[in-house]
């Protein structure tokens, strides 16, 4: 097969896993009890139970040893289908592979094996034989496959990580012993996917997050509740500010609406019998229910409701930069990427259906037009449907959600962009057109979304007085074109590597005189930048300059601003940008105009 296709690559790491899996069983007989271990986008893990034995990432070079042992011997994978009384035997001692083999037996299928280095000598592995191990063969798992063909094949790979991980990622469950470890078709491409590894560890937002302060998750709080300190917290009102001036542009009108409200208004929207699962339990004021708000949509409904609505005040666009609270599993939240206080930047357009393609393709231009500012040129969409086989746990028939569905496709090809679909990822309510961005190291995240809902308008009783004097209802877009401000913030400081473009930076500029003597000097600058509505600090501290510009340039600072004697005498700052050894000298007023421009402009250089 071809060494480029990601099906080989699949099952080279699936294989690259069994070698693992034996050379363990190998190192530490009996001691190892193998659960699962599948291949991933990127590699492979494996979950095992470790009996008497702690295993660490101390033992990963004797793994590897052993590993490339295997792979030298070449040994051949070979599938077999025997019975599940047989496989039972065959893993008697494994009470994750009796579950398995539990499932397997009930949906009446045979259970399927891989043996490493079987051999081919009469009643080794027979369909009625298992064979002994170490006789007649040196590996065995239950695995549905594929595999290459030999061990042989696998000649680059590495170990990674070792994590906790809960049997099937269930936290009622064990807590399983992961070992996370990567192959690839040459070591070429091993060196060169460790690179990668290591540059974005460097951008781990959770590093950055801490070394720029950016936000804290304290356990005193709960898990999955992120406090933005000042240096995030500029971040994300910069950006606000963005999306309240564009969407003001373009005709967004800006509400804000409460944390909570009545049950009632959940169970109206569906929520209730379809989100219960992301949402925390009832509170009770004054004898009566109510919920923290998962999301916007009903409250923007009341606006809607406020009065009357005639045909020509459509459409109606009401945004609200607005934080909502969803349940996450504790296994899931992850830093800034996934939270329990979610930030989004929504939106809910009130429309006829005439005007539905026209106002989607604006919220298309609006997202092409955010992802430009901040400098992310490659994404793609994703069309995301109802699970087919799931259909009731969405709202509406089947040919609204084809007519839906139908519109969203209209859309994109019409502006002619990258596509694919993914079943099983709507909204309860209707088909969804996800954002996803690739950042600086190529990695796809998840951003904003936009989605058709003819269900809420219905459930809301929403109505408008069209141009015959007839009440109609009208269509619902629901929109969030960054998607969450924790998610994105997370994403921008992995795909700057925390060196924020200069509108973005929490400090734009940090002024350093050499000596105190110029304090007079530097205090006027100060204060002149700061009067242009700069963000600037002043560094007078007794450390050295060579000190303090090493400071700053850790902080990511875009400019740092060094006084003496020779720019203190002539009025001029001398300019060390960001990534630059070289220092310019500048007057004042150039320096600031310079700045300005950057600022207004949003621009992506220093
Ligand atoms: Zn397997
Ligand atoms: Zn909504």
Known sequence: MDKNNPEYLKALRHTAEHILMQAMEELWPGKIIKAMGPPTD????????AKGVKISEDDFPRIEEKMYQIVQRNLPLVRKEISVEEARKLFANNPYKQEWLDEIGARGEKAVVYYTGLKSTPGAARRDSPGVKGENYAFVDLCAGPHVKSTGEVK???????????????????????IYGTAFPSQKELDDYLKRLEEAKKRDHRKLGQELELFVIPSEVGPGLLIWLPNGATVRREIEKLIYQEQEKRGYLHVYSPHIGRKQLWVTSGHWDLYRDKMYA???????????????CPFHMMVYRARPRSYRELPLRVAEIASVYRYERPGELSGMLRVRYITQDDAHIFCRPDQVMDEFLRVFDLITFLLATFGVEDYRFRISLRDPKNKDKYLGDDAIWQEAEAKIIEAVEKKKVPYFKAEGEAAFYGPKLDVIVKDALGREWQAGTIQIDFMLPERFQLEYIDADGQKRRP???HRAPLGSLERWVGFLIEHYGGAFPVWLAPIQAVVLPITEKHNNYTQKLVDQLKEEGVRVKLDNSNQTLSYRIRHWEMQKVPYLLVVGDREAKRGTVNVRKRGEEKQVELELAEFKNYLKDKISHRSLGV
């Open 475 to 477: 269509v619902l877009i």
């Open 42 to 49: 990127d590699g492979f893990y494996f979950d095992f139970e």
């Open 156 to 178: 680059a790979f590495k170990l990674l990580k070792v994590a906790g991980a809960y049997w099937r990622g269930d936290e009622r469950n064990k807590m399983l012993t992961r």
């Open 282 to 296: 009832p509170m009770t004021i004054d004898e009566e229910e109510y919920l923290v708000k998962p999301m916007n």
